[in-house]
């Protein structure tokens, strides 16, 4: 899907105006990218789901107060539309890790550095739901927390 945002400057009334490209998508096989630099702490890491494809997900250790091992269930954050595992890791990442949470940002198909696939959507629901759960079974041992936006504002 190929977009053009453009910027149209009025300088005169009676001039021509000017239309200014901002963005043009090339390439069909464009991945919304936002540079993330990660926060001390965290590490950006891949899941290679059942498909082949490789999810994103960055992970921040938890400590309590004391500096010791967390004895807290992990959390597990999912994000809305048009986000990928970025938007946790700013402030909540941070947060919950020092207050003894181990934290798990992820990043669906299709957003972040997720792999995407070659259909022309990313996934469904339920195929997000999948991959959630694959990422659950085999990377997390214990019990824990999910945290799931679907286009809510927070």
């Given at each position: 899907?190929?977009?053009?945002?453009?910027?149209?400057?009025?300088?005169?009334?009676h001039?021509?105006m000017?239309?200014?490209?901002?963005?043009?998508?090339?390439?069909?096989n464009?991945?919304?990218r936002?540079?993330?630099?990660?926060k001390?702490g965290?590490?950006r890491?891949?899941?290679?789901l059942?498909?082949?494809l490789?999810?994103?997900?960055?992970?921040?250790?938890?400590?309590?107060?004391?500096?010791?091992e967390?004895?807290?269930?992990?959390?597990?954050?999912?994000?809305?539309s048009f986000?990928?595992?970025w938007?946790?890791?700013?402030?909540?990442?941070?947060?919950?890790?020092?207050?003894?949470?181990?934290?798990?940002?992820?990043?669906?198909?299709?957003?972040?550095?997720?792999?995407?696939?070659?259909?022309a959507?990313?996934?469904?629901?339920?195929t997000?739901?999948?991959?959630?759960?694959?990422?659950?079974?085999?990377?997390?041992?214990?019990?824990?927390k999910v945290?799931?936006?679907?286009?809510?504002?927070?």
């Amino acid at each position: 899907m190929a977009a053009l945002n453009t910027l149209i400057l009025i300088t005169n009334p009676h001039r021509r105006m000017s239309i200014i490209p901002q963005a043009v998508l090339s390439s069909s096989n464009y991945k919304m990218r936002v540079p993330f630099e990660l926060k001390q702490g965290q590490s950006r890491h891949f899941h290679k789901l059942p498909s082949g494809l490789n999810m994103e997900f960055i992970f921040q250790k938890g400590h309590d107060k004391k500096d010791e091992e967390s004895q807290h269930p992990p959390l597990v954050f999912v994000h809305g539309s048009f986000h990928a595992a970025w938007c946790w890791a700013e402030h909540w990442l941070p947060f919950f890790s020092q207050n003894g949470f181990d934290c798990y940002a992820l990043s669906l198909l299709g957003q972040g550095e997720s792999d995407s696939p070659a259909g022309a959507v990313a996934g469904s629901l339920q195929t997000h739901a999948a991959d959630v759960a694959d990422f659950i079974h085999k990377e997390i041992q214990s019990t824990l927390k999910v945290d799931f936006l679907a286009g809510e504002r927070t």
